[in-house]
C-alpha cells in the first residue's frame, strides 16, 4: 500500500503460444491463456499459490484485499496470504486499484501506442502491434506507475498507516486529454476522453462451469496445433545478432553525445551496456580461436 512492492503484471491472451513469442526465452509479465482471455477462478487459484510459495520462501506474510467476483475464489491452506473480500458492489469505493491505479497504466500504455502510431505515420508505415509489443509497452507503462500514486489511491480507498495524516489526492498522473494538449498538433479532447474509457466495460471475468471450464482446456489444447491459424497477424521474431546490439546501442551513446539529451546515470547504464555486449562479442570470437595473423592478412588484402 505504499507503492513499494509493485508485482510483475499476469497478461491473459487467447492462444496459448503466439508467432510473436517463438524466439522469445523470457517475457516481462506472467502470461496465460483461454480462449476468452477472461480470467478464471483456476487461473486466480493458480496465480495466488505461487505468490504464497514465494512468500513463505521470504517468510513474509501478506494480506491482500480482494474484490468480490466469480473469478477470484477463496482459497483454502494459503500459509503467508490472508484473503480479505470487499463487500459486494463496493469495488468503485474500497478497491486502491480502482482509485487510480488501474487509470494511470491505462493512460500510460496508451500513450506510448499513440506515440508509436505518430512515428510509423510520419515514416510512412503500418502500425503493427503483435501480442509481444503490447506486453513490452504494458510493462513500460506499469513501471511509469509511481509508488506515489500507489500509496495516494490506497489512502483515498481509506486505507490509512498510522505515520499518515492527510489524505492526499487520489493519482497524480495525468489524463489523456492533459496530456494530448502538449501534442505540436493536438488533437480533439473529444477524441481522447472516448479512447481513455474505450474499454470501460470490457468483460474480463465470469462464472465458469465445470462444463465450461473443460470444454475450454480442450480448446486451449487445439490452439497450440493451430497457432499459425490463429496468429496470422503476429509474425516470428527474427532476433537481433550480438553484432547488431553493439551498433545500436553504440548509435545510441553517439546520439546522446550529440544532442546532450540524458543525464549522467543514463548515459552511464548505456556505456556499462556497451561495454558489456564488446565483452561478450570478443568472448564469442575466442571460442572460434582466430588468429591475430588472420587479421593482419585480412587488413593486407
Not at 509479465?29 to 496465480?47: C, D, G, I, P, Q
Not at 462464472?207 to 491459424?229: G, I
Request: contains cysteine; proline residues 3%; aromatic residues 8%.
Amino acid at each position: 500500500m505504499d507503492g513499494s512492492d509493485k508485482r510483475k503484471l499476469m497478461v491473459i491472451g487467447k492462444s496459448a503460444k503466439t508467432r510473436c513469442f517463438k524466439n522469445v526465452n523470457l517475457l516481462p509479465v506472467t502470461y496465460e491463456s483461454n480462449k476468452r482471455a477472461w480470467m478464471t477462478s483456476e487461473l486466480f487459484t493458480s496465480w495466488l499459490r505461487k505468490w504464497d510459495n514465494e512468500l513463505k520462501l521470504k517468510n513474509d506474510k501478506i494480506l491482500l484485499m480482494v474484490d468480490n467476483c466469480p473469478a477470484h475464489p477463496h482459497v483454502e491452506n494459503l500459509t503467508s496470504i490472508k484473503l480479505v473480500f470487499l463487500p459486494p458492489n463496493t469495488t468503485s469505493v474500497l478497491q486502491p486499484l480502482d482509485e487510480g491505479v488501474i487509470r494511470s497504466l491505462k493512460v500510460n500504455y496508451r500513450k506510448r501506442l499513440i506515440l508509436q502510431i505518430i512515428q510509423d505515420f510520419d515514416e510512412g508505415c503500418e502500425t503493427k502491434v503483435s501480442v509481444l509489443d503490447a506486453i513490452t509497452m504494458l510493462e513500460r507503462a506499469w513501471n511509469e506507475v509511481t509508488s506515489i500514486t500507489v500509496k495516494n489511491c490506497f489512502r483515498h480507498a481509506g486505507f490509512l498507516m498510522q505515520s499518515d495524516n492527510i489524505i492526499e489526492s487520489a493519482c497524480t498522473e495525468e489524463s489523456l486529454q492533459e496530456w494530448g494538449r502538449s501534442l505540436a498538433q493536438p488533437v480533439s479532447q473529444d477524441f481522447f476522453e472516448e479512447y481513455e474509457e474505450v474499454d470501460k466495460d470490457l468483460e474480463t471475468t465470469a462464472a465458469v462451469s465445470d462444463e465450461e471450464l473443460l470444454t475450454s482446456t480442450l480448446r486451449e489444447e487445439d490452439d497450440v496445433t493451430n497457432t499459425e491459424k490463429d496468429n496470422d497477424n503476429d509474425e516470428e521474431i527474427n532476433p537481433p545478432t550480438l553484432t547488431e546490439a553493439c551498433k545500436a546501442i553504440k548509435t545510441i551513446c553517439q546520439f546522446l553525445s550529440v544532442t546532450n539529451t540524458a543525464d549522467e546515470a543514463t548515459k552511464n547504464v548505456l556505456f556499462n551496456l556497451e561495454k558489456q555486449f564488446q565483452t561478450s562479442y570478443y568472448n564469442s570470437k575466442c571460442k572460434k580461436q582466430t588468429k591475430i595473423t588472420d587479421f593482419l592478412c585480412r587488413e593486407l588484402t
